[in-house]
């Protein structure tokens, strides 16, 4: 398969790499001026879960292709796209007129209608998905985490062709790509999980601050309970993980994560020292949702101030 990944992101230059190494062709599309600025590698360091646990960590000079144009004509099978969810619109409007007969994977969080998000391309062509990496960046360094396992999803009774190309384009990787009924309702509760790392990151200042304070983990939890009827009003119902942590104890759930989640030993916390991601977007969002359906959200609310404009 034929694939080009949009953008040069964390999660997306992962999968390329693993996809490369399964034997398929990958490229990237980056900005006018960045080709020069990237060069012509990437520096990888990354944990693949797909290993055995003592040969884990990959350390690579990795030669990539990078193109500052989309040709209307060209052959690729596949368009990867893993962006942050205030950027997914203009993506979209840009490859419309320059899908042709590829099919567009959109990866990532979504908490509006997802089939809105990829209009004007055809639904026919979409496939959505939430990924299984993390990391970040260090100038050309790339300091990652790829997990086995990665979700993709249908709105038919069963999986169209394409949705199964990409199920198998990943299966032929070694993950495991786990088809989900509901798409939808499974990327709103992820939201909602992300959103409370976020809404803590903007009260303490950094992911990593996050992670290592156990009372901004606690505090995730009163958050992610705050956000559950802002989800039903959405339309969508918690799912057996929002459930299960809704009636954790909030001091558990905090212990828990501190420990084991995020222990120093961990991958999630290898992830996450390197995410330099500017939070703000989502939770604006999430806050004009609650005011919309008129729900208190104190936590939501007392971040506003915070987010950079």
Known sequence: MKILFFGRGVIGTQYAWAFEKAGHTVE????????????THIDLEILDTRRSKKNRRVKEKWPVVFHEEIPANHNYDLIFVSINPEQMPGAVQYLAPRIGNATLLLMGNFWADIRESAHPIPLSHVVWGSPGSGGGYEGNQLYGVLYKTVQLGTWEAAPTVRELEVQNLFTS?????????????????????????????LRWGSFKEVVTTQEALVDMSHCIREMIPIL????????????????????????????????????????????????GASVKEMIAEARKHGIKAPRLYAVESLIVK
Do not use: C
């Open 232 to 279: 039903k009003a959405k339309g969508s119902q918690p799912d057996a993980q929002t459930r299960i942590i809704s009636l954790f104890p909030p001091k558990l759930f905090g212990f828990i994560m501190r420990k084991v989640v995020f222990s120093p030993k961990g991958m999630p916390y290898a992830a996450i020292l390197h995410n330099h991601y500017q939070v």
């Open 28 to 39: 990237f599309y980056v900005r006018e001026g960045r080709k020069t600025q990237y060069g």
């Open 173 to 201: 990787a070694n993950f495991k790509a786990v088809m989900q009924a509901n798409i939808q309702d499974w990327l709103r509760n992820h939201f909602i999980m992300n959103l409370a790392m976020e809404v803590e990151v």
